[in-house]
C-alpha cells in the first residue's frame, strides 16, 4: 500500500513511525512534512491546505490512504475533496469535523444529548455578553467558537478581566473569525485527561489515556503553549471514570452526531476534567492530540493502518484494539522564549543517538535541514519519548534521554508527569 500523510507536525512524525510498521505498507509520502518525518517517508512541498494539489497528488501517485493529521484541513473539508475524486482518506468529513471547528455547536450538541459538560451561553453580540457577564460568578471562561491555534480560549478572574476578553475576542478580533461567536462557560476544577478514540460512524474505540502540559514554564506557570509534554496512560483515569465516560460520554457523542446527519469517522480527542461532579468534557478534537499521539501511538500494538481502514469502512467493532501494559512519557525541547519570541536555525546534535534505541523515540516538531544538517526551526522543535515498565521509569528514562540531544536555547519543562508522584 501507499499511504499519503498530510501534516507536519510531531503527530505526524508519530502517525508515519507506526504507519511504517505495518508489513502492508511499502511507501510513505508526507505533505508538507518535516526533517525527521524523512526517514519514513518522502515528504512533498504541498500545503496541507492546498486540497486540490494534494488529491491530484494522491491521483497521480496512486495513493491508497490518505491520513489527516491536522486541524484546519479537515475542519476545512479536506475529507470532502478527496472522497469526491474517489480517494480513501481518513478523518471526519467538514459535516463532522465541525465538532471542533465550532465550540458553539458542540456545547450545543452536549446540551441537546445531556452530555456532560460546564454550563454555557453562547454570543454573537458582544453587547449581550457583556450584559451577562455583569451578574455571572468568577472566574468564568471565554472561548471564542473556532479554531485558534489552541488560543482562543481566556479564564477570567474578575468582571474587569472578562469584559477586556469580550473585547480582545468579539471586537478586536484577536483570534480572527473564530471570535465572531464567543462561548462564555463555568469554570470547572479537576484534573485534567485527555482521550484519543477510534470512530468508524457507529462503533467507539478508546486509545489509552494521556495528560498533556499546556502552560510553558514548571509548576503550571507561564503561557499557554502547543503542548510542552504528555505521559500515558493518566493514573487518575481509573475504571470507573472509564465506565462513566464509555456510558455517558464516548457512545452518546457519537450517537448524536449520527442522529444530526453528520455521521463521524475518524479520530475524537475527548478533553475531560474529571470534576467532584464527575467526568464532564472540556472540549472535543477532530484528530490525535499533538504531543498526546506522541506517547498513545508508542504504546499502540494494533496494526494501524487496519484501524485507521476500519474506520472508513465502518468495521471498527471486529478490531481488537491493543495498548502495551507499560507508560511512556513525551519531555518537548522548546526553543528558549516559546510560545513568544525566540531564535531558530541552531543546529541540533545527537539525533542519531536515538536510532535503534529500544523503547526510545525522538518525534520532529520544529526542524529543517540546512545544508545537509538538521537545525531548529520553530517553538517546538522535539518530542523526547521514552517508554517504561511504569510512569516513574518512564519519567526517569524521558528526563536521561533530554541529555542526549543538544542545540542552542533549548529549553523544557522539568515537571513532565510530576502529578504522577501524587497519585
Ligand atoms: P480548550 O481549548 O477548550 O481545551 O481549553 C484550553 C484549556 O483551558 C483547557 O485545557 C483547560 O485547562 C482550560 N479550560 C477550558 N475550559 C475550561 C473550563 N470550563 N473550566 C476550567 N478550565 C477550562
Ligand atoms: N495537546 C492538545 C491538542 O492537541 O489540542
Redesign the pocket.
Known amino acids: 500500500m501507499k499511504v499519503l500523510i498530510v501534516g507536519s507536525g510531531g503527530r505526524e512524525h508519530a502517525i508515519a513511525w507506526k504507519v511504517a510498521q505495518s508489513s502492508r505498507v511499502e511507501k510513505i509520502y508526507c505533505a508538507p512534512g518535516n526533517a525527521g518525518i524523512e526517514e519514513y517517508a518522502q515528504c512533498v512541498p504541498i500545503g496541507a491546505m492546498e486540497f486540490d494539489k494534494l488529491a491530484a497528488f494522491a491521483k497521480e501517485e496512486q495513493i491508497d490512504l490518505t491520513v489527516i493529521g491536522m486541524d484546519d484541513p479537515l475542519v476545512g473539508g479536506i475529507v470532502d475533496v478527496f472522497e469526491a475524486e474517489g480517494l480513501r482518506v481518513f478523518g471526519p468529513r467538514k459535516n463532522a469535523a465541525i465538532l471542533e471547528g465550532s ?1 458553539a455547536f458542540s456545547k450545543d450538541l452536549m446540551k441537546k444529548y445531556n452530555i456532560p459538560t ?1 454550563a454555557y451561553e453562547n454570543f454573537t453580540d458582544p453587547r449581550a455578553a457583556l450584559e451577562y457577564l455583569e451578574t455571572a460568578k468568577f472566574p468564568i ?1 471565554l ?1 471564542a467558537d473556532g479554531l485558534a491555534l ?1 488560543k482562543g ?1 481566556l ?1 477570567c478572574n474578575t468582571l474587569e478581566e472578562a469584559q477586556a476578553g469580550v473585547r480582545e475576542i468579539m471586537e478586536d478580533k484577536k483570534f480572527g473569525s473564530a471570535g465572531n461567536t464567543m462561548v462564555v ?5 479537576g484534573r ?1 485527561v485527555s482521550v484519543l478514540t477510534y470512530v468508524d460512524g457507529k462503533t467507539i474505540k478508546p486509545m489509552t489515556s494521556a495528560q498533556d502540559h ?1 502552560r510553558a514554564m514548571d509548576g503550571d506557570q507561564g503561557l ?1 503553549t502547543g503542548g510542552m509534554g504528555t505521559f500515558s496512560p493518566s493514573p487518575f483515569y481509573t475504571e470507573e471514570v472509564d465506565a462513566f465516560c464509555k456510558q455517558h460520554i464516548y457512545q452518546a457523542t457519537v450517537d448524536a452526531m449520527a442522529a444530526e446527519g453528520r455521521e463521524f469517522k475518524g479520530i475524537i480527542f475527548f ?1 475531560l ?1 474529571l470534576t467532584e461532579e464527575g467526568p464532564k468534557v ?2 472535543y478534537n477532530a484528530r490525535f492530540g499533538d504531543p498526546e499521539a506522541q506517547v498513545v501511538l508508542p504504546r499502540m500494538k494494533t496494526d494501524i493502518v487496519d484501524v485507521f481502514e476500519a474506520c472508513i469502512d465502518g468495521t471498527l467493532d471486529q478490531v481488537d484494539l491493543q495498548f502495551e501494559d507499560n507508560a511512556a512519557v513525551c519531555v518537548v525541547l522548546a526553543s528558549d522564549g516559546y510560545p513568544v519570541a525566540y531564535e531558530k536555525g541552531f543546529p541540533i546534535h545527537g539525533l542519531e543517538k536515538f536510532k535503534d534505541k529500544e523503547g526510545y523515540y525522538v518525534f520532529h516538531a520544529g526542524t529543517a535541514k540546512k545544508d545537509g544538517q538538521i537545525v531548529t526551526n520553530g517553538g517546538r522543535v522535539l518530542g523526547v519519548v521514552a517508554k517504561g515498565e511504569n510512569l516513574k521509569k518512564a519519567r526517569a528514562n524521558a528526563y536521561e534521554a533530554i541529555d542526549l540531544v543538544e542545540f542552542e536555547n533549548k529549553y523544557y519543562r522539568h515537571d513532565i508527569g510530576k502529578a504522577i508522584d501524587e497519585a
Open positions: 465550540k460546564a471562561v472561548k489552541g480560549v479564564i462557560e463555568e469554570f470547572m476544577t485534567e499546556k499557554n478533553g476534567m472540556l472540549e
